[in-house]
Nanobody, 115 residues
């Protein structure tokens, strides 16, 4: 059983910043990958960023240089620091974890960016 709880979404002006957090509850001793997807209204869910248990981070090209994903393995948590936010970054952000080839999702947190 894996549960993910997200926090940190909200309303921000274009150019502003937000930090999302996601805490996992799991008996697994290792979480292979922790990351984020997002979904804008009327659009499919898209992958944003992730960090592996080895510390390697990868990003969607449109957020590279503006977003930073990080994880705290002791807390089983993943974070997404978002800067220079633009209206096209708005949507529901979902954290996920991958444990032994199974993927688990959070409930989502809303990010709204005003122009």
């Amino acid at each position: 059983q894996v549960q993910l709880v997200e926090s940190g979404g909200g309303l921000v002006q274009a150019g502003g910043s937000l930090r999302l957090s996601c805490a996992a509850t799991t008996s697994a001793s290792n979480i292979d990958v922790m990351g984020w997807y997002r979904q804008a209204p009327g659009k499919p869910r898209e992958w944003v960023a992730e960090e592996s248990d080895s510390g390697t981070s990868i990003y969607k090209s449109s957020v590279k240089g503006r977003f930073t994903v990080s994880r705290d393995n002791a807390k089983k948590s993943v974070y997404l620091q978002m800067t220079s936010l633009q209206p096209e970054d708005a949507g529901v952000y979902y954290c996920y974890v991958q444990i032994s080839r199974s993927k688990y999702w959070g409930q989502g947190t809303q990010v709204t960016v005003s122009a």
